[in-house]
């Protein structure tokens, strides 16, 4: 469902608590797996928001976290992709009990600022730390939904760069599928840094994102990009101080700061 | 202004603020009723603090707006904006 | 009759039994000291650093950091209480009692009022009755568990009254000011109770 055709009626909906179910799981790595819902009534979702989600034990204690939705608003079904923090009260249930077929209670589409469209117009440039990947992804799965399109007016393309900062290789969510979006598109790209162990071999970048990282990387501040900033909160000042000392316009820059843990707990 | 572990960005609160607002305040602009300064109310420092949820100006840190949920009530207080502006969605006719 | 939902496995953090008597109602115990704050943490330089004690006219009582630190320091041992719902025991504090300052004050013509007002860097305010300050149970807290206050936790000194919701206890402390009248502070003119007992579970403006 494209922005533009989302009943504003249903802007009304997005504060109802609903019940979600599991259709699946999958793993994206040893600490982190997406949980993919069905949602009845789902009004439908811009890249970059989040929901909430609240569980309830027996005796009614509850407990309430936001998590980015991960997918495309050209899918049907909703996906989370949840890291484990160790003595998280939410995460490790999310990850290690929840299953298919089991309800999740669940709020939203929430939050209109750190969204983007391929309405806009402008080069994107997505800086990640951890699992702040997430809400970006559903940037660029937004993205290639459109350029999958054969209607040409929708088609066009915006040229996009992901900088994306994990631990290790085996932290980094959504590999594979990375390395597809940038084979099938050449207006991609996707660059990884490695800040504890770097992959044998690698020849990329290999340390926190810095000034030096992001004006490699990111397009001359004349080129006005849009800038998306998602992460723990240390890595988002960090680089959004660097992108505005750089040169870029502060308003071209949105960020979302996911907490000192860099997750929900 | 000094990195902050705390401070979270103006989503953070986007979830309360739509059990108050219809439109989505997030991306209304809001002037700061101490120092002037204007915003998008999505760039402001959040703390969200358990008792509730303060968005302070990004320029004197005065506060903006807080929010809290007590109980059965919601409390909110936005003396801290001069103003808030935001895009007006054309209301459906219900037929 | 539908069954009211629960998520099927979720429970909440498993206490131990032996401190369950030792927490008020609705609280659990935490092993962690969780940092809520409702603004930036105050970057304030020991070397201008003073906290005051404020009478309802003037005088005023002041010390700076030199001067405080002379001041009889007292070591206790409490439990803690946030209407967030946590609690932690046997929190171990360094400070100087209310009353050794209220003696101190007195030297200086500083008349207590009935009520206080904790004014801190950054602009939050806690009221409390002199009462709950008084008779060894609130102190300026300059260290926790055996090191300097961090600015985190509310340094370079904070209040600390235990025996009330740990959000009477002030970080960044800087004065006490006394009041004829109670005054509402930051969260008791937002919905949370004037006086915060947590024994009674008086969290919100309305509870008995």
């Given at each position: 469902?494209?922005p ?9 909906s997005?504060?109802a608590?609903?019940?979600a ?17 069905d ?5 439908g ?11 309830t034990?027996?005796?009614g204690?509850q407990?309430?976290r ?19 923090i160790?003595?998280g ?12 077929g ?34 970006l ?6 993205r290639?939904a459109?350029l ?20 290790r290789?085996?932290?980094a969510f ?37 000034r030096?990282m ?8 004349r ?5 998306f ?15 505005v ?13 996911f907490?000192?843990?860099?997750g929900?707990t | 202004?000094?990195g ?25 602009q809001a002037t ?13 420092p ?50 | 009759?539908?069954?009211p939902?629960?998520?099927?496995g ?7 039994s032996a401190t ?15 940092v809520?704050?409702?603004g ?17 006219d ?26 967030t719902?946590w609690?932690k ?5 360094e400070?100087?009692?209310?009353d ?7 030297a200086?013509g ?37 090191a ?8 370079p000194?904070r209040?600390?009254v235990p ?7 002030a970080?960044?402390?800087?004065e ?7 005054a ?5 003119s937002?919905?949370y ?11 919100y403006?309305?509870?008995p």
């Amino acid at each position: 469902m494209s922005p533009a055709s989302v009943p504003i009626a249903s802007r009304a909906s997005a504060i109802a608590w609903r019940f979600a179910t599991v259709a699946s799981v999958v793993t994206e790595t040893p600490r982190a797996r997406t949980i993919v819902l069905d949602v009845p009534k789902w009004p439908g979702h811009r890249a970059g928001q989040h929901v909430d989600v609240r569980l309830t034990a027996e005796d009614g204690y509850q407990a309430q976290r936001s998590y980015s939705i991960a997918s495309a608003p050209e899918d049907a079904r909703i996906a989370l992709t949840v890291e484990r923090i160790d003595d998280g009260e939410v995460s490790p249930y999310l990850t290690d009990v929840l299953g298919a077929g089991d309800r999740l209670e669940l709020r939203g589409p929430i939050g209109g600022y750190f969204v983007w469209d391929n309405a806009l117009s402008g080069s994107l440039l997505l800086v990640a730390g951890g699992s702040g990947i997430v809400p970006l992804m559903a940037m660029l799965r937004h993205r290639a939904a459109a350029l999958a399109t054969a209607d040409m007016r929708v088609r066009h393309r915006v040229p996009a760069r992901l900088l994306y900062s994990s631990r290790r290789w085996d932290d980094a969510f959504y590999r594979d599928e990375l390395a597809r979006l940038v084979q099938n598109d050449e207006a991609l790209e996707v660059a990884f840094t490695f800040t504890r162990e770097p992959p044998e071999g690698w020849t990329g970048f290999r340390r926190r994102i810095d000034r030096m990282m992001l004006a490699e990387v990111a397009w001359p501040p004349r080129e006005r990009p849009r800038v998306f900033v998602c992460g723990p909160t240390p890595l988002v000042e960090a680089v959004a101080a660097a992108l505005v000392e750089l040169g870029h316009d502060p308003a071209l820059v949105k960020t979302e700061r996911f907490g000192p843990t860099g997750g929900s707990t | 202004m000094k990195g902050e572990a705390l401070r979270l960005d103006g989503n953070a609160a986007a979830g309360i603020l739509s059990e108050v607002f219809v439109p989505d305040l997030t991306t209304a602009q809001a002037t700061c009723a101490n120092c002037g300064t204007i915003r998008a109310m999505g760039a402001l420092p959040v703390y969200a603090h358990g008792m509730g949820t303060v968005m302070r100006c990004p320029s004197c840190d005065a506060v903006i707006l807080r929010i809290a949920r007590t109980r059965n009530k919601l409390w909110l207080d936005l003396t801290g904006a001069r103003l808030v502006v935001m895009a007006a969605a054309a209301a459906p006719t219900v037929v | 009759m539908t069954e009211p939902f629960a998520s099927r496995g979720f429970r909440r953090r498993p206490q131990p039994s032996a401190t369950a008597g030792r927490l008020p109602p609705g609280q659990y115990e935490t092993p962690d000291f969780p940092v809520l704050s409702a603004g930036p943490t105050p970057r304030i330089s020991l070397a201008t650093w003073d906290f005051a004690l404020r009478g309802p006219d003037v005088p005023v009582a002041r010390w700076t950091r030199d001067e405080f630190q002379t001041l009889p320091h007292e070591t206790v041992t409490v439990d803690i209480h946030c209407v967030t719902k946590w609690s932690k025991l046997d929190t171990v504090w360094e400070g100087v009692s209310v009353d050794t300052l209220l003696v101190e004050a007195a030297a200086h013509g500083v008349k207590p009022a009935p009520y206080v007002l904790a004014v801190s860097d950054g602009g939050y305010t806690t009221n409390l009755p002199l009462a709950d300050v008084t008779g060894g149970k609130a102190w300026v807290a300059v260290k926790f568990a055996g090191a300097p206050l961090e600015p985190e936790h509310g340094g370079p000194a904070r209040l600390l009254v235990p025996h009330l919701y740990f959000w009477k206890s002030a970080k960044w402390l800087r004065e006490l000011r006394f009041m004829e009248r109670d005054a509402a502070g930051f969260w008791e003119s937002f919905g949370y109770h004037n006086y915060g007992d947590p024994w009674r579970e008086q969290r919100y403006a309305g509870d008995p």
